[in-house]
């Protein structure tokens, strides 16, 4: 444990940090998940409604993204990694 005040606030400060980022990390998953769950329903009942359902999805799926891009939890490529990968799962299945 750290003796000087300023240390101590900046341990303090990394493990804030630490959640936030983890808490944008999660979400990201968790629509991504419900991303593929929606495509997989367009593929088993392809319809303008599913579609519109997917799009709904990816749209803010990619704002999520962005916004984590933009806060710093990911690298700017690796924001461009995942958008290109919905979208090739997008594309894969209309």
């Known amino acids: 444990m750290a003796n000087i005040k300023s240390a101590k606030k900046r ?3 990394a493990e804030r ?4 980022n983890k808490a944008y990390k999660s979400a990201i998953k968790t629509f991504t998940k419900r ?3 929606a ?5 088993s ?6 579609l519109a359902a ?5 749209s803010v799926t990619y ?5 984590a891009v933009k806060v710093g939890v ?6 461009a990694r995942k958008k290109a990968g919905l979208a090739r799962i997008l594309k894969a299945a209309t």
């Open 54 to 58: 997917i799009q709904n999805e990816m």
């Open 35 to 37: 991303f593929q769950a």
């Open 45 to 50: 009942n392809p319809s303008d409604d599913q």
């Open 11 to 13: 341990i303090l400060i």
């Open 63 to 67: 704002s999520k993204i962005d916004k």
């Open 74 to 79: 990911f690298h700017r490529n690796t924001g």
């Open 39 to 43: 495509v997989d329903d367009y593929k």
């Open 17 to 20: 940090n630490r959640l936030q």
